[in-house]
């Protein structure tokens, strides 16, 4: 149980484009769904937390109109990075908690963005 | 601030022997610390987790400790083995929710 699907696992975009990279709950009800940015031999940096139907929370320096995010339903969360740059290239990874609320996080298996 | 600190960030061993990793956290409200390994390019992987009720932890060859009035845990792996090597992580929970994560340790298990 607890599986979390995150697509696409790879994506290749030019400069100035914007990328959207899905994050599903297969078995579960996320109740909140957390995002973090790995770039390479790094830690993982929380964005943003959601919360279905509710407006993102943003971590202190990342730009919420750069990032956007959207937590339609109990299942689905959806990362978009607009307008693309080169700097934005990076390991994204979200993860989701279930009404258990233990605390534990169930990970996506990430989705890894080059920006040409 | 919220913060987790990690040491040290790289760490060779020669298998068989034990391996140490130690961190500390800023919020003394914290109350669940996960240790996490992670493999080149794929997703962080729980191995074990404390809550702040509990002083020791051990599964097999893994063990946790939390010192909550020096606010700092260790993961202790015992008689490492080369597939052992990978990054490890730990991690705290600060305003009852949110994740954050040390820096992270290289380990290297020799044969």
Known sequence: GAVVSQHPSRVICKSGTSVKIECRSLDFQATTMFWYRQFPKQSLMLMATSNEGSKATYEQGVEKDKFLINHASLTLSTLTVTSAHPEDSSFYICSATDRTNTGELFFGEGSRLTVL | ?111
């Open chain 2, 1 to 111: 601030g919220e913060n987790v600190e990690q040491h040290p960030s790289t760490l060779s061993v020669q298998e068989g022997d034990s391996a140490v990793i130690k961190c500390t956290y800023s919020d003394s409200a914290s109350n669940y610390f996960p240790w996490y390994k992670q493999e080149l390019g794929k997703r962080p992987q729980l191995i074990i987790d404390i809550r702040s009720n509990v002083g020791e932890k051990k599964d097999q060859r893994i063990a946790v400790t939390l010192n909550k009035t020096a606010k700092h845990f260790s993961l202790h792996i015992t008689e490492t083995q080369p597939e052992d090597s990978a990054v490890y992580f730990c991690a705290a929970n600060f305003e009852g929710f949110k994740t954050i994560f040390g820096a992270g340790t290289r380990l290297f298990v020799k044969a």
